[in-house]
């Protein structure tokens, strides 16, 4: 597979959060892919690893990775795609209303 990754941004819990070029991948290898991602939901990225736009504010990145995080501990415990996603939705409006408790969000998850 061709190298997206830009660079390692942060490790959480067995996840490693990586900063992707989201416009080579869509490019390259799938044009669905927007903002942020994971295994479970993208076949093409590796277990344990999430990927983030490498464009995307510095502030809005762990919102995101909590969304994934969620989404991908949802569907490994059987949980469809779209159940999945509705309910990391909610994960990722209460991290951005809640910001300052984005670390305890995490240890949630």
């Known amino acids: 597979m ?11 819990k067995q996840f490693t959060i990586f900063l992707v070029d989201g416009e080579y991948i869509r490019n390259k290898i799938d044009t669905a892919f927007v903002l942020a991602g994971h295994a479970l939901a993208f076949g093409y990225i590796p277990e344990n690893e999430i990927w983030v ?10 919102f995101l990775a909590a969304h994934e995080l969620f989404e991908n501990k949802l569907m490994t415990a059987g949980i469809d795609y779209d159940s999945a996603h509705d309910l990391a939705n909610i994960i990722e ?13 995490l240890s949630l998850i």
Request: charged letters at 45%.
């Open 93 to 105: 409006h209460a991290c951005r209303k809640h910001h300052t408790k984005v670390k305890e969000i």
């Open 53 to 62: 736009e490498y464009r995307t504010e510095k502030h809005e990145i762990m």
């Open 2 to 12: 061709d190298k997206p990754y830009v660079r390692e941004y942060k490790k959480v």
